[in-house]
């Protein structure tokens, strides 16, 4: 009997342990993820003439020529659909609708717009 119990109370032990851990990567890969396509807006932003391809409308554009881009956040999940990525984020503490590109599995997105959310019709 006591036996039994043992083995239920271990088999019961690596279940959880195993769920904590599928649980652990999903939460880590999420924010990786999120930092990896930050740091693509980071980088697109760093010129001027990346931030006239990628601003979506003047207004954005002069939003973001106003100040040095600082820190991009990327404050949602996937909003977008099949290949299409959509993100809300903030960029200098002003909130931007920012798509990319899927180019599959292991690559980096694309990066292909980014509008001021503020001026985004509703």
């Known amino acids: 009997m006591k036996r039994t119990f043992q083995k239920l109370l ?4 690596a279940l959880v342990l195993l ?11 999420d924010n990786l993820y999120n930092s990896r396509l930050a740091n ?8 001027d003439k990346g931030i006239r391809r990628y601003a979506a409308d003047k207004l954005t554009r002069k939003y973001l020529r106003k100040k040095k881009i600082t820190k991009v956040e990327i404050s ?6 099949g290949n299409i990525l959509y ?3 903030k960029i200098n503490h ?8 899927d180019r599959g599995f292991g690559k980096t997105p694309l990066l292909k717009t ?3 959310a503020a001026e ?3």
Do not use: W
């Open 40 to 47: 693509v807006v980071q980088q697109g932003l760093s010129t």
């Open 94 to 101: 002003r909130y931007y609708m920012i798509t990319f590109k």
């Open 114 to 116: 980014i509008q001021d």
């Open 19 to 29: 769920l904590a851990g599928c649980y652990g990567l999903l939460v880590i890969h």
């Open 76 to 81: 949602s999940d996937n909003q977008g659909s």
């Open 10 to 13: 271990f088999v019961l032990l």
């Open 87 to 89: 993100f809300a984020s």
């Open 120 to 122: 985004m019709p509703e």
